[in-house]
C-alpha cells in the first residue's frame, strides 16, 4: 500500500457533487501534482486531506495507518499540512516567533528565546535561506515568506505538505528557489502536494501527476510519459483550443494603422525609469519583464492610477496633462488590474452595478440612471462577452475568475473605451477560460480596439502580442515582431 | 429572488425582511401593550417623536454607506437647536432660522469632511473631534442655559399640522423621499455604494473619491442640523442638553436596518425602519415605566440580536459543524454559489 492513501472520498455539497469516489495515492518523498481546472475538486480533495471539510465516504490512510482528521488542527498534529496562496504568517511578529507560533519551546511557562532563534536559524539554513530569525515577517519577500511557512512546517515535522498555487505571486527566478526547497524537501522524506495553474511547473517538478475532472479522478501519469497538449486533454476533457491565436494577415493589416497612444521618457521615480512605446490602433502590444522590472507600473502610470514623476503621453496626437483615472477614461483608456478583486471589481455588487460603473453618465438623464437602457446594455454585454450568470442581479463575488475577468471587460467596453490596458490578463484563470478571455481581446483588436497588456505568461504574450517590447531595470530592452520572437529571445533581454 | 410557494426559502425570506419583521412584531408587541395604538392621534404623536431621529439617521446611513460614521450628530442637534432658539429671539424669521441651522450644521460637516477626504482621518476620530468642538460650541453660546422661544410659528412648526399630518412627519417625509431618491435611482447613489463597497476599485472605475466622502459629511451634518431644528421647534425651546445619544442611536437605527459598518450595503427604507425600531422601543419602555438607565441595557440587547440574526441569516456565522483550527471558514456558500 502506497505511503499515504486517500480511498473513495466523496463529498457533495448543496447542488454540487465536488467528489466522487476518488482514490488518490503518494509515495513517501514525493512530489505530487494535483491538477485540474477550476471546480474540478482540487481543492476540496486538499481540503478533505487538511481536515477544513469532513469527507462525506472514503477513509485516508498515512504509513498504513487510518487517519481520523477532523479539523485543520488535528490534521496538523497527524503530520498535514498546507500552505495557502495568501500566506499564513502574522506580519508584525519575528520569523523565529512565527515559525514556532504553535508550539514555542518553554521552561517553566517562559519562552525560551534563545532556542527559539537558534533552532529558526538552523531550519531556515537547512533550506537554504540566510533570514534572520529577528526580522519581522512583514519586510520579507513573498519566496522569503515561504521559506518561513516551510521552516515553520520542518519544525512541526510534517510528513505530508500541501502547497496550492505557490508560485502564483513569485517572479520567474523565485519559483527557482522555491523549487529548490521543494527538492530538499523531498529528500528529506516529505511528501509535497503540488497545486499549480502553471502547467510547465508540474512537468519541472513533479514525479507524478493526479488529474481531476468534474470531480472524479481521471488518472495518474508521470510527466515523461504525457506532453502539455495531453495533459490538458486529460483536464479539460476535449482537445485543447489552438494555442496560437495571432494571425498573419495581422502583421499587414497593422502596417498602415495610426499610431493611437504614444509614450515618452515615463518613469515613477522607483522601479520604473525611461520607457518610451507607441502602439498603433488595431494593434495588441505586450509588455515582458521580470517582477520589479517595472513592468507592471507603465500601466498604471499611463493610466495615473500611480502618479509617474516624468515622461510624457499622447492619445491619438493629443497630449495628455493630467494622470488621473478619471481623465484616462475620458480619453478612452481602460486600466484591467491584475488583482481584480481588489482594484478591479466592487465584489459586494452586482455584475449589473459593476459593468454600469463607468458608463453611467451615458445611462442617465440629470444624475438620474435610466433603468430600462441600463438593463438592455448591460445584457447586451453579458452576452456578448459570454459571461456565465445566473442573471445581472447575480453579485460578482460568486462568479469563477474566468467570468469576472469577463465583467471587468465589460466595464470598460460600455463607455467605449479605446484602448484596454490589461495587467496580467489571465492571473488566476483556468486554462479553459484562458482561451475565451484571448478569444475576446482578439475579437475587441478585430473591431477596431487598441490592447497593451503586462504578463508574466510568455506564452501568453507570444499566443496573442502583435508585438512584444521587454523591460529590464525600468528602460525598454529589445522589441520583437511577433515572427521574431521566441522565449529564449525575451528571457535573454529581461536581465 | 422569487420563491413559489412550494420551495420557500425561509432563509432567504428571513434575509429579504428582516427589518419588516421586526418592526412589525414590535407593533404588535405595541398594540398590546398600549391599547389605544392604533388611533390615528396616538400613531402621529410617536411618529411625530420619531421623525428627526428617522431624519438625522438618513444622514448617518450616508456616512455608513462610505464605510464611514458620524459620531457628530449628537452634538450638532444641540448646537443648531440652541442657535435657532436664539435667532429666534433675536428677530430672525423662523424659515431663514430653518436655513441657518442647516448651514450651520453643514458647516460642522465640512471640518469632518475635510478631515477625512483631504487629511485622511479615520471618520471616527474626524467626526469625533467635531463633535467635541461641537459641544463645547453648544456651551459656549447657551452657557448652559435653555432658551425658551415664544414666536407662534416656532410653535406651529413643532406641534401644528398641514393637511392632517404633524409638519415634523412631512419633513421626515421629504427627507426620506429625497435621500431614497438619490440612492436608489440617481448615479450619486452608485457611485457611492462603489466608494464604500471598494474605494480603491472606484477610484480605478474613474471616481472621485474624497468628493464623495466630503459630501456625505456635509449632508449628514446639514440633516442633523435641520433636525436640530425642528427639535428646539417641538420643545419650544433651544436646550443645550438634547441630543445625547443620538450619534449612537442613529448607527443603531442604520445597523438594525441592514447596513454594513464596513460600507457598500445599506437601503434608506429599511434604516428608516430601524429607527422606527430604536424610538419604539424607547417609546414602549417608557410606557412600561422603565427608567432611563435600564432602557440602555435594553437597547443594547436589541441591537446585539438584530445584528446576531443578520449575522446568522447571512451565513457570516456558521453554526451547523465545527470549522475547528486556524482556518477560514469560507465554506459552503461559496462553493454552491461556483459557475
Not at chain 1, 525560551?112 to 537554504?128: A, F, T
Not at chain 1, 469576472?404 to 471587460?409: E, L
Not at chain 2, 458647516?107 to 476620530?125: Q, R, T
Request: charged content about 20%; proline content about 3%.
Amino acid at each position: 500500500m502506497s505511503y499515504l492513501h486517500m480511498k473513495g472520498i466523496s463529498k457533495s455539497f448543496p447542488g454540487v457533487r465536488a467528489l466522487s469516489n476518488v482514490d488518490f495515492e503518494a509515495e513517501k518523498g514525493e512530489v505530487h501534482a494535483i491538477a485540474g481546472e477550476n471546480g474540478a475538486g482540487k481543492s476540496t480533495l486538499i481540503k478533505i486531506l487538511s481536515g477544513a471539510y469532513l469527507p462525506d465516504e472514503g477513509q485516508i490512510f498515512l504509513d498504513g495507518k487510518e487517519l481520523s482528521i477532523t479539523d485543520p488542527h488535528s490534521g496538523r498534529e497527524q503530520g498535514i499540512s498546507v500552505i495557502y496562496q495568501e500566506l499564513s504568517l502574522i506580519p508584525n511578529m519575528t520569523v523565529a516567533e512565527n515559525i514556532f507560533l504553535a508550539n514555542m519551546p518553554k521552561r517553566l511557562g517562559a519562552v525560551k528565546w534563545q532556542e527559539m532563534r537558534q533552532r529558526s536559524h538552523d531550519v531556515l539554513q537547512e533550506i537554504g535561506f540566510d533570514i534572520s530569525p529577528n526580522a519581522k515577517v512583514r519586510d520579507l519577500s513573498i519566496v522569503q515568506q515561504q521559506a518561513v511557512e516551510i521552516a515553520k512546517i520542518l519544525v512541526e515535522e510534517t510528513k505530508i505538505v500541501v502547497m496550492d498555487e505557490p508560485t502564483a505571486l513569485l517572479p520567474p527566478r523565485e519559483v527557482k528557489t522555491l523549487f529548490e526547497v521543494i527538492n530538499k524537501l523531498r529528500a528529506k522524506g516529505v511528501t509535497v502536494l503540488y497545486i499549480s495553474h502553471r502547467l510547465d511547473e508540474l512537468f519541472q517538478i513533479a514525479d507524478r501527476i493526479t488529474v481531476l475532472r468534474d470531480g472524479t479522478k481521471i488518472g495518474t501519469v508521470k510527466p515523461q510519459d504525457i506532453n502539455q497538449d495531453e495533459l490538458i486533454q486529460m483536464m479539460i476533457g476535449r482537445k485543447p483550443a489552438e494555442r496560437q491565436y495571432w494571425k498573419p494577415e495581422r502583421a499587414e493589416m497593422l502596417k498602415n494603422a495610426p499610431v493611437v497612444l504614444e509614450v515618452e521618457g515615463l518613469g515613477d521615480g522607483k522601479n520604473l525609469k525611461n520607457v518610451s512605446l507607441s502602439v498603433r490602433k488595431g494593434e495588441i502590444l505586450g509588455i515582458a519583464g521580470l517582477v520589479g522590472s517595472g513592468n507592471s507600473e507603465i500601466l498604471q502610470c499611463i493610466f495615473g492610477a500611480k502618479q509617474a514623476v516624468s515622461g510624457r503621453i499622447k492619445i491619438q496626437g493629443k497630449e495628455i496633462k493630467s494622470f488621473e483615472p478619471a481623465t484616462s477614461i475620458k480619453n478612452s483608456l481602460a486600466f484591467l488590474p491584475a488583482d481584480r478583486k481588489n482594484l478591479g471589481l466592487v465584489l459586494g455588487m452586482t455584475i449589473k452595478r459593476n459593468i454600469s460603473l463607468t458608463g453611467l453618465d451615458q445611462l442617465s438623464n440629470f444624475f438620474v440612471v435610466k433603468n430600462h437602457q441600463e438593463n438592455a446594455v448591460v445584457d447586451q454585454l453579458i452576452k456578448k462577452l459570454r459571461i456565465k450568470s445566473r442573471s445581472r442581479e447575480q453579485m460578482v463575488e460568486t462568479l469563477s475568475g474566468g467570468n469576472q475577468q469577463k465583467v471587468v471587460m465589460a466595464k470598460w467596453l460600455l463607455p467605449e473605451c479605446q484602448i484596454l490596458m490589461f495587467d496580467e490578463p489571465t492571473r488566476g484563470i483556468d486554462v479553459g477560460a484562458r482561451s475565451e478571455i484571448y478569444e475576446l481581446m482578439l475579437e475587441y483588436v478585430d473591431q477596431g480596439g487598441t490592447i497593451v497588456m503586462v504578463s508574466s505568461d510568455m506564452q501568453e504574450l507570444l499566443a496573442v502580442c502583435d508585438r512584444i517590447i521587454v523591460i529590464g531595470q525600468g528602460q525598454v530592452t529589445a522589441v520583437f515582431d511577433h515572427e521574431e520572437a521566441t522565449e529564449e529571445k525575451i528571457g535573454m533581454a529581461m536581465f | 429572488m422569487k420563491n413559489g410557494l412550494r420551495n420557500f426559502d425561509f432563509r432567504s425570506f428571513w434575509n429579504s425582511y428582516q427589518v419588516w419583521i421586526i418592526f412589525i412584531a414590535l407593533i404588535i408587541c405595541y398594540s398590546l401593550i398600549s391599547p389605544d395604538f392604533f388611533t390615528s392621534r396616538n400613531i402621529s404623536n410617536i411618529m411625530t417623536q420619531n421623525a428627526m431621529l428617522v431624519v438625522v439617521a438618513m444622514g448617518q446611513l450616508l456616512a455608513v454607506i462610505t464605510g464611514g460614521i458620524d459620531l457628530s450628530v449628537g452634538a450638532i442637534l444641540a448646537l443648531t437647536g440652541v442657535m435657532t432658539a436664539k435667532f429666534v429671539v433675536g428677530g430672525m424669521s423662523v424659515y431663514v432660522a430653518i436655513l441657518a441651522a442647516i448651514g450651520i450644521g453643514a458647516l460642522a460637516g465640512v471640518i469632518s469632511g475635510l478631515l477625512v477626504s483631504k487629511f485622511k482621518f479615520a471618520p471616527f476620530i474626524a467626526t469625533l473631534a467635531t463633535m467635541v468642538m461641537v459641544k463645547g460650541m453648544t456651551f459656549v453660546q447657551s452657557g448652559g442655559h435653555v432658551t425658551y422661544v415664544s414666536d407662534p410659528t416656532f410653535k406651529f412648526l413643532g406641534r401644528g399640522s398641514i393637511l392632517g399630518m404633524p409638519v415634523m412627519i412631512w419633513v421626515m417625509l421629504l427627507v426620506i423621499f429625497l435621500v431614497w431618491f438619490v440612492l436608489t435611482k440617481t448615479v450619486v447613489g452608485r457611485r457611492l455604494y462603489a466608494v464604500g463597497g471598494n474605494p480603491e476599485a472606484a477610484r480605478l472605475a474613474g471616481i472621485n473619491v474624497p468628493r464623495y466622502l466630503f459630501a456625505v459629511y456635509v449632508c449628514s451634518g446639514a440633516l442633523a442640523g435641520l433636525a436640530g431644528a425642528f427639535m428646539a421647534f417641538r420643545l419650544g425651546a433651544g436646550s443645550p442638553t438634547i441630543g445625547s445619544e443620538w450619534e449612537l442611536d442613529t448607527i443603531a437605527a442604520v445597523v438594525v436596518g441592514g447596513a454594513s459598518l464596513m460600507g457598500g450595503i445599506g437601503a434608506p427604507l429599511n434604516a428608516m425602519l430601524g429607527a422606527l425600531i430604536i424610538g419604539f422601543i424607547r417609546n414602549i419602555l417608557n410606557l412600561l415605566g422603565v427608567a432611563t438607565y435600564p432602557q440602555l441595557i435594553v437597547k443594547g440587547l436589541i441591537i446585539i440580536l438584530a445584528v446576531l440574526s443578520q449575522n446568522l441569516g447571512s451565513g457570516l456565522i456558521v453554526t451547523k459543524k465545527k470549522t475547528g483550527g486556524g482556518v477560514q471558514p469560507e465554506t459552503d456558500i461559496v462553493q454552491s454559489g461556483k459557475e
